[in-house]
């Protein structure tokens, strides 16, 4: 009789877990439930929704055939290893939501390669990766209010600086960039609004069709970057960006290295950008670089710039005149951009287009840059593409 009883409560239990487990499981495209969801590697599109996560299968390719948008509430974890494989140009790309959070847990090794599936991939091939944070931005206004991605439509920004998205480490974007036309197009990497909260570590934007990586607003803090063939910008900040930027490899661009804002449309805008940029290299390379090392731009906002390596273009520093960009102007002249110390490479004919009063912001030297001179770092060995 004790027996009996014992196998009966072990077959409820059983039941029990399986029910539970059914419960808790949806497949992606079917009717939505809170809990795990399992996403079919051969049609990766879709939305993951409030109190539902998912966890990528490394030894799958996951085919990235439309959108996928990590809502509020929502997780998505991809493990070392996984490959995502991306058709169907601006209609393709993956966004994570305000509140929604991405793990990325790539390794020097085993790194995550989000790339084209074309047989001959190509930059522009589809979107990218897009993150919304809760973070300031002057986009909106000035006192935390939100704005609108300008890829993915999604609502950004606010006054929690130090907001979480989650956290990327070893990722490997490649042939991003796809446009909707000639003002509208992806980036390797679109970070709107990401707070300080947020972990950002070696990440490689490979072959994208506009700019590698640009932070428009955020707190967010990011090391160990890679912008390799990029054809718009490599790096580019705006809209009150306020973070530190650290370790970054820069080579074959089509315009500026950095292009730093504060704010297309008023470049007084508050909060202001304030940049700490240091350990730089930023080399021309195959591309024109035709917007030159870097680009004090629409305000540009604040600069702290500190051990920055920069050759093979013509100008080191591009910056308009003061009567057509008069607040970048000013904040030289304020001494609110510094370059302490900055390497102009035997190509560079202009150090600085800036002519203004202010005769100490640069301070030449000898650098090291993102890790020995105009050579790839050591800290490139093994996940990357390209170098």
Request: negative net charge.
């Given at each position: 009789?004790?027996?009996?009883?014992?196998?009966?409560?072990?077959?409820?239990?059983?039941?029990?877990?399986?029910?539970?487990?059914?419960?808790?499981?949806?497949?992606?495209?079917?009717?939505?439930?809170?809990?795990?969801?399992?996403?079919?590697?051969?049609?990766?599109?879709?939305?993951?929704?409030?109190?539902?996560?998912?966890?990528?299968?490394?030894?799958?390719?996951?085919?990235?055939?439309?959108?996928?948008?990590?809502?509020?509430?929502?997780?998505?974890?991809?493990?070392?290893?996984?490959?995502?494989?991306?058709?169907?140009?601006?209609?393709?790309?993956?966004?994570?939501?305000?509140?929604?959070?991405?793990?990325?847990?790539?390794?020097?090794?085993?790194?995550?390669?989000?790339?084209?599936?074309?047989?001959?991939?190509?930059?522009?091939?589809?979107g990218g990766l897009v993150i919304c944070g809760r973070a300031n931005t002057n986009k909106g206004g000035s006192s935390g209010e939100t704005a609108t991605s300008e890829v993915g439509d999604l609502t950004y920004g606010g006054t929690e600086d130090n907001d979480s998205s989650g956290f990327i480490r070893y990722l490997r974007i490649e042939y991003t960039g796809a446009a909707f036309?000639?003002?509208?197009?992806?980036?390797?990497?679109?970070?709107?609004?990401?707070?300080?909260?947020?972990?950002?570590?070696?990440?490689?934007?490979?072959?994208?069709?506009?700019?590698?990586?640009?932070?428009?607003?955020?707190?967010?803090?990011?090391?160990?970057?890679?912008?390799?063939?990029?054809?718009?910008?490599?790096?580019?900040?705006?809209?009150?960006?306020?973070?530190?930027?650290?370790?970054?490899?820069?080579?074959?661009?089509?315009?500026?290295?950095?292009?730093?804002?504060?704010?297309?449309?008023?470049?007084?805008?508050?909060?202001?950008?304030?940049?700490?940029?240091?350990?730089?290299?930023?080399?021309?390379?195959?591309?024109?670089?035709?917007?030159?090392?870097?680009?004090?731009?629409?305000?540009?906002?604040?600069?702290?710039?500190?051990?920055?390596?920069?050759?093979?273009?013509?100008?080191?520093?591009?910056?308009?005149?003061?009567?057509?960009?008069?607040?970048?102007?000013?904040?030289?002249?304020?001494?609110?951009?510094?370059?302490?110390?900055?390497?102009?490479?035997?190509?560079?004919?202009?150090?600085?287009?800036?002519?203004?009063?202010?005769?100490?912001?640069?301070?030449?030297?000898?650098?090291?840059?993102?890790?020995?001179?105009?050579?790839?770092?050591?800290?490139?060995?093994?996940?990357?593409?390209?170098?």
């Open positions: 009789m004790k027996k009996l009883l014992i196998s009966t409560l072990a077959i409820a239990a059983i039941i029990f877990t399986s029910c539970s487990r059914d419960e808790d499981t949806n497949t992606l495209n079917l009717p939505i439930g809170s809990g795990i969801v399992t996403i079919n590697p051969s049609d990766f599109k879709g939305e993951l929704l409030a109190g539902q996560s998912a966890t990528l299968d490394a030894t799958q390719v996951y085919n990235l055939t439309g959108s996928f948008i990590v809502r509020g509430g929502a997780t998505l974890t991809i493990p070392a290893g996984t490959r995502i494989e991306a058709s169907g140009e601006t209609s393709s790309y993956i966004a994570i939501a305000q509140d929604g959070l991405l793990y990325v847990n790539g390794t020097s090794t085993n790194p995550v390669v989000m790339t084209s599936g074309n047989a001959v991939p190509a930059p522009g091939d589809w036309n000639a003002d509208k197009e992806f980036n390797g990497l679109s970070l709107f609004g990401v707070g300080s909260g947020t972990v950002l570590q070696y990440v490689q934007a490979y072959k994208s069709g506009d700019d590698g990586i640009e932070f428009f607003g955020g707190t967010v803090n990011a090391e160990y970057l890679i912008a390799l063939h990029s054809e718009d910008d490599a790096i580019d900040f705006a809209d009150g960006f306020s973070g530190k930027l650290e370790n970054v490899f820069i080579k074959d661009v089509a315009k500026a290295g950095v292009e730093g804002s504060n704010n297309g449309d008023n470049g007084a805008a508050t909060p202001t950008t304030n940049a700490t940029l240091k350990n730089f290299t930023i080399i021309k390379g195959a591309l024109a670089g035709s917007e030159h090392g870097m680009y004090l731009k629409e305000g540009a906002g604040k600069w702290n710039c500190q051990n920055i390596y920069i050759d093979g273009f013509t100008k080191g520093i591009k910056i308009k005149d003061a009567l057509t960009d008069p607040a970048a102007n000013t904040n030289v002249d304020n001494g609110y951009v510094t370059f302490n110390p900055i390497y102009f490479g035997t190509s560079i004919t202009t150090q600085s287009e800036y002519a203004g009063t202010n005769t100490t912001y640069i301070t030449a030297g000898s650098n090291s840059g993102a890790g020995n001179n105009g050579t790839a770092p050591s800290w490139t060995i093994g996940w990357t593409a390209g170098l």
